[in-house]
C-alpha cells in the first residue's frame, strides 16, 4: 500500500477515530443482540419440534394400545351373554357344559391378552369414577353402607382405561 493510501485511510482526527469507534461498537452490540435473538429462536424451535416429536410418538401409542377397542365393545355383549348363563348354570338351572365353558374361557383370556379386565364389583365401596348406581337397598349393616350389593352389568377396562362402567346396586 502506498503511502498516499495509507495516509487516506487513517482518520484526520482525534473526532472521527471516536465516531468511528463508537459507531463500530453500535454495530457490534445491534449484532450481538441480533445473534442472540437467533440462538433464543433456534432453541425455541428445536424445543418445539421436540415436543412435537415426543407428543406424536406418544399419541401413536396410545392408538395402538387402543385401536382394538371398537372391537371388544362389541364382544362385550356377548360376554355379558356367556355370564349370565354361567351364572343360571350355578343355579342349577340349566346345565354350562364343558365345551361352552371352554369357548367362554378361550374368548376371556384372548381379549385379556388384549388388554381387558374386569372391574371387581360386589363388596367394594362405590366410586362413581368406575360404577354407575342403578339402585339401592337397605344396607343390612352399618359397615356394609356405601358398598357394592350386586353387579347388573360388569365393567371393564381397555389398558387401564374404563371402556364401560359398572352397573352396580349399592347398599344405603
Known amino acids: 500500500m502506498s503511502e498516499k493510501q495509507h495516509k487516506a485511510k487513517q482518520p484526520k482526527n482525534d473526532q ?11 454495530d457490534l452490540e445491534t449484532l450481538t443482540v441480533e445473534l442472540d435473538e437467533s440462538k433464543d429462536k433456534y432453541l425455541r ?39 349370565r348363563v354361567k351364572k343360571s348354570s350355578e343355579d342349577g338351572s340349566e346345565p354350562f357344559s364343558e365345551g361352552v365353558q371352554l369357548v367362554y374361557h378361550k374368548l376371556y383370556h384372548a381379549l385379556e ?35 357394592i350389593a350386586d353387579t347388573i352389568e360388569s365393567g371393564y377396562l381397555l389398558n387401564d382405561k374404563i371402556i364401560r362402567y359398572a352397573k352396580v346396586v349399592v347398599f344405603n
Open 45 to 83: 424451535l428445536f424445543a418445539e419440534f421436540d415436543n412435537y416429536k415426543k407428543r406424536t410418538i406418544k399419541e401413536r401409542f396410545e392408538l395402538m394400545k387402543s385401536a382394538s377397542q371398537d372391537v371388544i365393545l362389541s364382544l362385550l355383549p356377548i360376554l355379558d351373554d356367556f355370564d
Open 16 to 26: 472521527e477515530t471516536e465516531e468511528s469507534v463508537s459507531s463500530l461498537e453500535k
Open 113 to 147: 391378552g388384549k388388554g381387558l379386565k374386569k372391574m371387581e364389583t360386589i363388596g367394594q365401596p362405590f366410586d362413581p369414577e368406575f360404577h354407575e348406581a342403578i339402585t339401592d337397598i337397605p344396607a343390612p349393616s352399618p359397615e356394609k353402607k356405601g358398598s
